[in-house]
Structure formats: structure tokens, C-alpha cells
């Protein structure tokens, strides 16, 4: 709910929060409009909606003083994740797919793991504040690396990009991704059935509008406001789950006194 928020916020500093993309399918372009410039003949990709959004986009960020540029000139790195099959095991180097991506982020329990040799051998690991963006399944959803995944292995299914923290906040710029006017990119560049997936290309030439740094985060801070929130709601079913399993081997006021302790702990206050 926290990261709606965030989401509804940054769309309302864009102009877009209120927004309805014209239901117009068919858009007038010259050839040197279309092909020469884009390299794409399918009509979908001009669908007048697209060059809506991007006027609104350039016009918000005269309006405000923000800068727009192309993702290219946003990142030092963009590669792409390892195909390579590997043996799974209890412990070693995490190896990050899509299928434990949840709400943006990566769910710690479902994590798989990969010996230190077969991570060595590898040129797709990631570093802290890394973005990594999905290319296959559901497209374009974008994740921050946080410290305890640095050096992470990475997928196939993932395109990593290497934010230029001097210019823009890697929290930003994933929300900014997941946003509509990510999702309404990506989108775009996926019409026609030319594509099944996004590509470096692709993710280079997305147009990102940031405000100052100091804008950037405080749209940080409501993300991670919302994962703060998320991280204790999880916490709080698990001790009333446990509570639950005292109460059953031992007695009620055992488990209550447990509990109580338990959400004093994580600063509940308790009525």
C-alpha cells in the first residue's frame, strides 16, 4: 500500500497521476518519423498514447527544472544474466531468478544457492545498489540489490544496469521503472510481436525524468517506508504463528508472555 504511494507520488510530480491514455489507435507518421528514426514499420508501436506520454514528460520536466535523459546516459554497465545450468545447494553464493522476486524484491526464504567456484567462474554478478530489470515473463520489473546480496549471481531473465549515483538514486530509478511511465515504455517497445523480451537496447533508450537528489529521496524514503512496514508485518504473523505453537505445547499464558515479549522487542506498543 505504502509503495501505491510512492508510485501515485511520482506520478503526480510527473503530471500523469490523473491521466488517461487517448483510446486513438492510429497515428500519422512521415517515414522519417517512423522508421528511420525508430527502425519499427508495426503501427502499434506509434499508438498516439505513447507520444502523449512523452510530451507530458518533457513538458513536466521544463515546467519543474528536471532532467530527462535516456537510461544510456544513466549507467556505467549494462549485461546480461547467466544462462549456465547450476547444482543448487544449502549454502554458498546466492543465484537470483525471477521466480523469487516478490513485491520488488528478492524473498530471502526462497533464495537459491551455488558453490563459490561456479560463482567465480561467472561474469554476471551484481553489487550493491545494482538494478537488475526482468526481460522475459512479466517485463521490465526492476530491483535494487541490497548489501547482503553483493556479489549475487544473477539469471538469464535479468538485465542488470549500474545506476550513476551522482545523478540518480537506484531506489528511484526502480521505481521509476515499475511505475506507469516504465511500464508504459517497456510496453511499447514489446508491440507488434518483433519482441518476446527487453533487450539492452531497449532498456538504453528508455527516458527516465529525475528531479535533484535531494527530491530523488524522498521518494526513497516512502519505499522504504513501505518495506520497513512489509518487513514487520511478516515479522508479526511469524510471532503470532509461533504463538500459536507455545500456547499448543505449553499453556496460554506462557505463549502471552512470549508474544508480549516478542512485540516489545520490535517496538509495538502494546494496549
Do not use: H
Request: charge should be negative; proline fraction near 4%.
Amino acid at each position: 500500500m505504502i509503495y501505491k504511494q510512492a508510485e501515485d507520488l511520482l506520478l503526480s510530480e510527473l503530471g500523469l497521476q490523473d491521466w488517461q491514455p487517448t483510446e486513438e489507435t492510429v497515428a500519422v507518421k512521415s517515414f522519417a518519423e517512423s522508421f528511420l528514426s525508430s527502425g519499427r514499420l508495426d503501427a502499434e508501436y506509434y499508438q498516439p498514447k505513447y507520444d502523449e506520454l512523452y510530451e507530458t514528460l518533457e513538458v513536466t520536466c521544463l515546467e519543474k527544472g528536471w532532467e530527462l535523459r535516456k537510461l544510456g546516459s544513466l549507467s556505467s554497465l549494462f549485461k546480461y544474466g547467466t544462462s549456465e545450468p547450476f547444482e543448487y545447494l544449502e549454502q554458498g553464493v546466492p543465484f537470483l531468478r525471477i521466480a523469487d522476486l516478490q513485491k520488488y524484491r528478492f524473498n530471502e526464504k526462497d533464495l537459491k544457492f551455488i558453490s563459490k567456484e561456479s560463482a567465480n567462474q561467472q561474469q554476471a554478478n551484481v553489487k550493491t545498489d545494482d538494478v537488475l530489470i526482468s526481460r522475459s515473463g512479466t517485463l521490465g520489473l526492476a530491483v535494487v540489490i541490497p548489501e547482503y546480496l553483493n556479489n549475487a549471481v544473477y539469471g538469464s531473465y535479468f538485465i542488470l544496469t549500474r545506476p550513476d549515483k551522482i545523478s540518480i538514486l537506484p531506489t528511484y530509478l526502480a521505481l521509476y521503472i515499475n511505475s506507469l511511465v516504465g511500464k508504459l515504455q517497456t510496453e511499447q517497445a514489446n508491440t507488434g510481436g518483433i519482441q518476446t523480451n527487453l533487450t539492452i537496447p531497449v532498456l538504453e533508450s528508455l527516458l527516465i525524468a529525475f528531479p535533484p537528489l535531494d527530491i530523488q529521496q524522498k521518494f526513497v524514503d516512502k519505499v522504504n517506508q513501505s518495506y520497513d512496514a512489509e518487513d514487520k508485518s511478516k515479522q508479526l504473523l511469524e510471532i503470532a504463528k509461533t504463538g500459536v505453537e507455545r500456547a499448543i505445547e505449553t499453556d496460554e499464558a506462557t505463549a502471552t508472555t512470549w508474544i508480549n515479549q516478542q512485540l516489545e522487542a520490535l517496538g509495538v506498543k502494546l494496549t
